[in-house]
């Protein structure tokens, strides 16, 4: 029998375990890119990837799930008569990465034939480089052992905490995204996004119908330092005391007009979804209306200094940022990454694009925001790290004094639910819990808090911000279609809107 | 063992890679081998703008090892190889401490089923035929009127194969294809502008009427021209198919067994309870064809088989895999749903019996002032126990008075209770559609007929 298994083995390690050495890969992407000019492209690019991930699970003291896959193959791409073609494979053979690219030629010949917008790039740098984001420990060096016993005890100490926690469970998630990208302009890159989180959920049964629910959640480009540093027992302790505040002592969020002060987690999903989206220039080119929406911004708004919020918001698009979980040196179209003003002293400043997208409107270098979630995916315009970088000159030093600012309304905490819509115009969030501001000071603890508004309106009520910017990552960001999911950063400081209405 | 769905090669490959399993150590070894082949065409602004395909084989292994459960999703060309992964997978999932609730794979003994859903047409939607049919699709829709500006949307064509293998010597295979189509249209005459879209998806491309999608996207954009507001308050409306689509998402999501068991569910506490108007029929379907998602077993092997989750208004039956019908003592109905990340069980074919009688136009006679909304967007919970939902209107919303769909309406949020939404006064049309999926594509299908509800609460401007 081991006999067997043994040459079971073998075969199996000759059949597929074609593992490519960097300089065999390198020149295989190469060859592609050639045939590709070869053929009458005016550019091509051939992404590899390979992408790591592992999911870790425990519940209520014992370990529930372990999970890991690992994704690799390689997108072809190329521009011919002013038209793109894209082909992917999972099969690393020469014959089948000849055959994806004749496919790829094959659409963008197609696709040129049935297309009047002739499809050009704006000029970019070549590069050839390597980046790692920065880490201490590689999550995938660390057995299995030593990443999932914080995991059971940290829900262990969560269902401690209070007799009526039903479920504790917590996860930790761990990726090595690698991708090598050579294009026919002879930049060739290659970078490794080491990332991981972790999230702690409790759920309290508080009476009939009385279910309360907390999560903590974060996610950062950084190795498996970052499960100390979130420190799940610290969690476990917090997320605990919350749901017996929401059990016990919460009361229906009131409806109204109120002042709403937000902390910085939530802000982010603000961001991600009223400014973060609509800035997407595909988005703003109808180019997602039939699946993600469209956007109330429009081209010219670059050119007429157009007010998007109150003086003191500024929004920032930094994928230089580490340890932001949106962390790249360079967008998966080659161009660099770097710091961007979206929104700058209230006036919208840029769009999020890519090469292609930004030529169109007449820009002449693009964003860097062009993302694929893998090698068979086209790249699109995304967002990356995304966050309110609050003015120092007018910002205050604590929340305190923001909640004393504010003298009444309610601050929110943590988000529960959102709803936004096609062009992004309008949305309705909920938090998990919040709190009451009377006479400048917190009061009673509240739950159930949703408040909407127009996505302008609400940005040109921002009257106040703290100094200290917190940055919170997200693994969920859908987009496209077929589907693709990305990983995002959002943030800021806590902040303050006046006039806002809560309740659904 | 015969099969002729799928490769000599693959069958083979299956075989191997259990008996590796075993012979690493674990107790059960489990895999599924998935190969699919997609084209996907996207158009925006009356052309082509994104054209790709994959070819990508897929393999999910999943190891028992004294009722301790590992799971892992790799390719062929992992470095290291496959055995590398295998192993891995085995020693990690000897670390999880024992839990009792892991079941051993399903059947014991010998099983063999196979499954073939394939469109015989479908070699010939190659990229010249879908690009062919997308320029039509854009023609058809600039044909019925001049203010027809820009016509979007995408064409998907997608071949399926899997082989399902366990050391329980349970076989399964399954070949099957799918087509998912979308249009969106926008009409524009001086500043004002309508939208609308419409879409099916279907195992079978001749049961997608192409060209009669796009007419009537683009004959309701024009109608959606200079929207007027309106007040917002509780209406009477129609919901057409598109629309229903999102809500019957949620209701899904609160049929799972294991929300319910962990009281996540707006359902919790409502099993057996009549929850909806006794016109609401919600039926699992797996042997409906046309879904794109029917199947003869889940994905734990289990057969499924048709039933009631809601009828005539009242909780009958949840969706379980094997672990919650096993905690909820129940059996389990087929509805077994796992990846990488999660797995739970969930409806993952249904359908919304329609009426035999009422035609759309029979429900917008009964009108006597209300509306219409073509499509919802962004549909999320507002209270998730209490079952309040909200989402945005999407790409036609129009005002209905005296029977006749009257005056285009500008876009609003609506925040309605599920129980209201579907309760008395509900009214089902005749015609059956499978709108697109925009949440949790792959994993469920729906088909749903548009339908009349009495109380939709539409509260602010969403534009």
């Not at chain 1, 002013?82 to 992917?88: E, H, L, P, Q």
């Not at chain 1, 991600?272 to 911004?297: C, K, M, N, W, Y």
């Not at chain 1, 940022?321 to 360079?330: C, H, K, R, S």
């Not at chain 1, 161009?335 to 979206?342: D, G, N, P």
């Amino acid at each position: 029998m081991l006999q067997l298994v043994r040459r079971l083995s073998n075969k199996f390690h000759s059949l597929y375990s074609r593992s490519l050495d960097e300089s065999i890969m390198e020149n295989l992407l190469s060859n592609i890119v050639d045939f590709a000019l070869q053929h009458n492209s005016t550019y091509a690019d051939c992404r590899y990837v390979k992408d790591n991930y592992e999911l870790l699970e425990a519940k209520n003291g014992s370990p529930s799930r372990l999970s890991d896959s690992c994704r690799s193959g390689i997108g072809i791409r190329v521009l011919l008569d002013g038209a793109w073609g894209f082909a992917s494979t999972n099969d690393l053979k020469r014959s089948a990465l000849e055959k994806s690219l004749k496919i790829a030629i094959k659409i963008a010949k197609v696709t040129a034939e049935n297309t009047k917008t002739k499809k050009e790039l704006c000029s970019e740098k070549i590069y050839q480089d390597t980046y790692h984001t920065p880490h201490k420990i590689d999550p995938f060096s660390i057995n299995t052992d030593e990443k999932i016993i914080p995991l059971v005890e940290g829900t262990k100490l969560l269902i401690e905490q209070d007799s009526r926690i039903r479920n504790a469970s917590a996860s930790l998630l761990s990726r090595k995204y690698f991708t090598e990208l050579v294009t026919s302009e002879g930049t060739h890159i290659s970078q490794t996004l080491i990332q991981c989180g972790a999230s702690l959920t409790g759920m309290l049964m508080a009476g009939p119908g009385g279910m309360v629910v907390r999560t903590n959640e974060n996610y950062q480009a950084k190795g498996f330092e970052f499960l100390d540093e979130f420190d799940l027992y610290s969690q476990a302790v917090t997320t605990g005391s919350d749901l017996k505040i929401l059990a016990d002592k919460a009361v229906n969020a009131p409806s109204g007009k109120f002042n709403l002060v937000l902390e910085p987690s939530h802000l982010g999903l603000a961001i991600h979804e009223s400014v973060g989206h609509p800035t997407e220039l595909d988005r703003v080119l109808g180019r997602e209306t039939d699946f993600a929406g469209t956007s109330f911004i429009q081209p010219s708004f670059l050119d007429e200094n157009f007010q998007y919020g109150s003086e003191i918001v500024n929004i920032v698009h930094d994928p230089t940022l580490t340890p932001a979980l949106g962390a790249y040196a360079y967008d998966d179209g080659g161009t660099k990454a770097h710091r961007l003003s979206v929104v700058e002293n209230g006036r919208f400043s840029a769009f999020q694009s890519d090469r292609s997208t930004a030529r169109e409107i007449g820009l002449t270098s693009a964003s860097g925001n062009s993302r694929a979630h893998g090698h068979d995916r086209l790249p699109i315009d995304r967002m990356a790290n995304l966050y309110f970088e609050p003015n120092i000159k007018y910002a205050l030093s604590s929340l305190d004094e923001l909640i004393e600012e504010a003298k009444s309304g309610i601050y929110a905490l943590y988000s529960r639910t959102h709803s936004i819509s096609p062009n992004r115009s309008n949305f309705q969030f909920t938090t998990q819990m919040g709190y009451l501001i009377e006479k400048g000071e917190l009061s009673k603890p509240l739950k159930n808090v949703v408040y909407g508004s127009r996505t302008l309106d609400f940005w040109k009520k921002c009257l106040a911000t703290t100094k200290t910017v917190e940055i919170f990552g997200t693994p969920k960001c859908g987009k496209g279609n077929p589907g693709q999911t990305i990983w995002t950063s959002h943030g800021g400081s806590h902040t303050l809107f006046e006039d806002i209405r809560i309740g659904a | 063992m015969a099969n002729k769905l799928i490769t000599k090669e693959a069958s083979e490959l299956a075989r191997e890679i259990v008996t590796i399993g075993l012979a690493e150590g674990a107790s059960e070894f489990q895999v599924k081998i998935r190969d699919t082949h997609a084209n996907y065409i996207r158009f925006a602004n009356s052309e082509i703008h994104q054209f790709s395909q994959d070819n990508i084989r897929e393999l999910k292994l999943v190891a028992l090892i004294n009722k301790r459960k590992g799971l892992s999703l790799v390719v062929p060309t992992t470095d290291g190889g496959l055995k590398k992964s295998i192993r891995n997978l085995v020693s990690a999932t000897k670390v999880n401490s024992d839990d009792p609730d892991q079941l051993s794979f399903y059947p014991t003994g010998k099983a063999y089923r196979e499954l073939e859903l394939v469109d015989e047409s479908f070699k010939s939607w190659d990229q010249e035929f879908m690009a062919e049919t997308v320029k039509k699709v854009i023609h058809s829709a600039h044909e019925v009127d001049s203010s027809v500006k820009n016509v979007s949307g995408m064409l998907q064509t997608m071949n399926h194969k899997f082989v399902l293998m366990n050391s329980q010597e349970l076989f399964l295979s399954t070949n099957q294809t799918e087509f998912w189509y979308g249009v969106d249209i926008l009409a524009k005459k001086g500043k004002n502008t309508g939208r609308n879209s419409q879409g099916e998806t279907n195992r079978f491309a001749h049961n997608i009427p192409f060209f009669d999608l796009a007419e009537t996207a683009a004959k309701f954009a024009v109608l959606g021209i200079n929207p007027v507001k309106l007040e917002s308050g509780d209406y009477t409306a129609i919901l057409d198919y598109y629309a229903v689509l999102e809500p019957l998402v949620f209701i899904n999501l609160g049929l799972s067994g294991l929300f319910v068991k962990q009281h996540r569910s707006f359902l919790a506490r409502k099993i057996g309870q009549k929850v909806f108007s006794n016109k609401f029929n919600l039926k699992h379907s797996p042997f409906l064809t046309p879904l794109v998602t029917s199947k003869s077993f889940d994905d734990e092997g289990v057969p499924t088989k048709e039933f009631y989750f809601i009828k005539e208004g009242v909780v009958e039956s949840l969706a379980h895999n094997r672990l919650t019908a096993f905690q909820m003592e129940k059996e389990p109905n087929g509805c077994g749903y796992e990846s990488e990340r999660t797995s739970f069980g969930i409806p993952t074919a249904t359908l919304l019996e329609p009426s035999r009688d009422h035609t759309f136009e029979d429900l917008v006679q009964e009108i006597e002032n209300g509306i219409l909304i073509s499509r919802l967007y962004y549909s999320n919970w507002a209270n998730p126990m209490a079952g309040i939902l909200t989402g945005t209107t999407r790409n036609g919303f129009f005002k209905i008075e005296s029977g006749e769909i009257t005056t285009a309406l500008h876009p609003m949020r609506h925040t309605t209770s599920i129980f209201e939404m579907f309760g008395e006064g509900l009214e089902l049309a005749n015609k059956i559609h499978q709108p697109p999926m925009q949440m949790m594509p792959g994993v469920q299908s729906i088909m749903v007929p548009a339908l009349k509800t009495s109380k939709m609460h539409m509260t602010t401007y969403a534009n």
